[in-house]
């Protein structure tokens, strides 16, 4: 990490807008034990980062875990050695999943849809196991409002992915602490820390429809800055009133 004391008022920032989150979002009580995926990029990192620095100011105590799960027959592996270096380093618990996904159970999904659903039931068996009641992901502000996009475009519904979401009639949660903060925000946080930069070797990369909409969003930011933001600030702002009856 950078020795550079002149950054350390970023980082406090981006970590302040990460406790508003989760104090807006309800997303942590105390007692609560959280499971974070980390997938070797810096918004994961910057998530874990973030929330390991809260964990020591908020008025409650919360206890932190993270995973790294390995698709075998996937040409795409992280560094697991930085990241488990990277844990040491903040007193977490780090763990390794292995598993396997078969492209062939089901040919009408996409196949990042078949690896992330295979991703997530490896982190629910694992959270389970460690009694974490609380997932935690990396998605931003911009992931949020680019999956509102995605909905909208190709499935016909106005839907995203929450800062905070129930999943088996409430057992556990999933939540998004950096759901306040922009993609610029973690890059730049993610240089100021020398997060080692994510090597991409996945062979259905390509095959997304995700860039086409970030660049669908720089061009709505030319014509109007606050484009992204008005767009998350939209979604609990829904004027029914006006809108067609379904």
């Given at each position: 990490?950078?020795?550079?004391?002149?950054?350390?008022?970023?980082?406090?920032?981006?970590?302040?807008?990460?406790?508003?989150?989760?104090?807006?979002?309800?997303?942590?009580?105390?007692?609560?034990?959280?499971?974070?995926?980390?997938?070797?990029?810096?918004?994961?990192?910057?998530?874990?980062?973030?929330?390991?620095?809260?964990?020591?100011?908020?008025?409650?105590?919360?206890?932190?875990?993270?995973?790294?799960?390995?698709?075998?027959?996937?040409?795409?592996?992280?560094?697991?050695?930085?990241?488990?270096?990277?844990?040491?380093?903040?007193?977490?618990?780090?763990?390794?999943?292995?598993?396997?996904?078969?492209?062939?159970?089901?040919?009408?999904?996409?196949?990042?849809?078949?690896?992330?659903?295979?991703?997530?039931?490896?982190?629910?068996?694992?959270?389970?196991?460690?009694?974490?009641?609380k997932i935690a992901f990396g998605h931003h502000k911009d992931?949020?409002?680019?999956?509102?996009?995605?909905?909208?475009?190709?499935?016909?519904?106005?839907?995203?992915?929450?800062?905070?979401?129930?999943?088996?009639?409430?057992e556990m949660q999933i939540i998004r602490p950096l759901a306040?903060?922009?993609?610029?925000?973690?890059?730049?946080?993610?240089?100021?820390?020398?997060?080692?930069?994510e090597v991409k070797k996945c062979p259905y990369d390509k095959?997304?429809?995700?860039?086409?909409?970030?660049?669908?969003?720089?061009?709505?930011?030319?014509?109007?800055?606050?484009?992204?933001?008005?767009?998350?600030?939209?979604?609990?702002?829904?004027?029914?009133?006006?809108?067609?009856?379904?």
């Amino acid at each position: 990490m950078k020795k550079n004391e002149n950054y350390n008022w970023y980082l406090i920032r981006i970590q302040r807008k990460t406790g508003k989150a989760i104090e807006k979002y309800d997303m942590l009580h105390g007692g609560d034990r959280v499971l974070c995926g980390l997938s070797g990029g810096k918004d994961s990192l910057v998530m874990l980062h973030s929330l390991y620095h809260i964990s020591r100011s908020f008025p409650f105590k919360f206890g932190i875990e993270a995973v790294y799960v390995d698709i075998e027959n996937i040409e795409y592996h992280a560094d697991v050695e930085f990241l488990s270096d990277f844990c040491k380093s903040i007193n977490v618990p780090f763990h390794v999943v292995k598993a396997h996904v078969n492209f062939e159970t089901d040919r009408r999904k996409q196949p990042c849809f078949l690896c992330s659903w295979n991703r997530r039931k490896s982190m629910f068996s694992l959270a389970r196991e460690l009694k974490c009641n609380k997932i935690a992901f990396g998605h931003h502000k911009d992931d949020i409002v680019e999956t509102l996009l995605l909905n909208m475009t190709f499935q016909g519904s106005i839907s995203t992915m929450p800062p905070k979401l129930n999943i088996f009639k409430g057992e556990m949660q999933i939540i998004r602490p950096l759901a306040l903060v922009t993609d610029e925000e973690t890059k730049r946080y993610a240089a100021i820390c020398d997060f080692r930069p994510e090597v991409k070797k996945c062979p259905y990369d390509k095959e997304t429809k995700r860039k086409s909409v970030r660049d669908l969003l720089e061009n709505l930011e030319k014509i109007y800055p606050k484009a992204k933001s008005n767009i998350y600030n939209s979604l609990s702002n829904i004027q029914e009133e006006y809108l067609p009856e379904s």
